[in-house]
Nanobody, 121 residues
Framework: QVQLVESGGGLVQAGGSLRLSCAAS????????MGWYRQAPGEQRELVAT???????NYADSVKGRFTISRDNAKNTVYLQMNNLKPGDTAVYYC???????????????WGQGTQVTVSS
């Protein structure tokens, strides 16, 4: 089994910062893309940022210049540094990893349980 465990969410005032972490554990052969998505109440889940195994990053336009995604391959962990937070960033944040459990099976998507980020004005 593979588990993704997120941490670092919370309540912060506008202009503040938070750092999210997501660690994968279990039987893992390798991890391709890692990413963060978010879902606000009544809205669809949307991409926030992704990072490839080679370190190439991709960001939603709404967070460019404010959020930074990074990864630690030795720890099977992905991070999201969020600066200058805005009330519009309020959502449940989910981490995602596209990984192989062994060399004999194709990669699959795995999701964390979600962590709440609330930004007050």
């Amino acid at each position: 089994q593979v588990q993704l465990v997120e941490s670092g969410g919370g309540l912060v005032q506008a202009g503040g910062s938070l750092r999210l972490s997501c660690a994968a554990s279990g039987s893992i052969f390798n991890i391709n893309n890692m990413g963060w998505y978010r879902q606000a109440p009544g809205e669809q889940r949307e991409l926030v940022a992704t990072i490839s195994s080679g370190g190439t990053t991709n960001y939603a336009d709404s967070v460019k210049g404010r959020f930074t995604i990074s990864r630690d391959n030795a720890k099977n962990t992905v991070y999201l540094q969020m600066n200058n937070l805005k009330p519009g960033d309020t959502a449940v944040y989910y981490c995602n990893m596209y990984l192989r459990r062994s060399r004999y099976v194709p990669p699959s998507d795995y999701w964390g349980q979600g962590t709440q980020v609330t930004v007050s004005s």
